[in-house]
């Protein structure tokens, strides 16, 4: 099993950055797919982007591509989201999850069996 423990959500305006962190738990770390995901009030969580295990591949989704960049460093247990030109429908709790292995294109919910607790982001217009 893994823990993860999101950090780095906060009040920002429109157009500003904002790096979110995951540190997780346990020594398998680069076996672990990783993913970004947000849930807004009243919507359903929706995948925002993703890492594969193996380190060779990222994906995004629509909304956020060409803003947001997930990276991982393995050594530090630790996954990053890196968030530019943000919007207020950006706003949203921020959750970090993961799944062993993967295909590198996991990109729903059902996908990732661990979660972390979730860091709100709220962009101000």
């Known amino acids: 099993q893994v823990q993860l423990v999101e950090s780095g959500g906060g009040l920002v305006q429109a157009g500003g950055p904002l790096r979110l962190s995951c540190a997780a738990s346990?020594?398998?770390?680069?076996?672990?797919?990783m993913g970004w995901f947000r849930q807004a009030p009243g919507k359903e969580r929706e995948f925002v982007a993703g890492a594969s295990w193996s380190g060779g591949s990222t994906y995004y989704a629509d909304s956020v591509k060409g803003r947001f960049t997930i990276s991982r460093d393995n050594a530090k247990n630790t996954v990053y989201l890196e968030m530019n030109s943000l919007k207020p429908e950006d706003t949203a709790v921020y959750y970090c999850?993961?799944?062993?292995?993967?295909?590198?294109?996991?990109?729903?919910?059902?996908?990732?069996?661990?979660w972390g607790q979730g860091t709100q982001v709220t962009v101000s217009s």
């Open positions: 346990g020594r398998t770390f680069d076996t672990y797919t």
């Open positions: 999850a993961a799944r062993i292995y993967g295909l590198g294109y996991e990109t729903t919910t059902y996908d990732y069996p661990y």
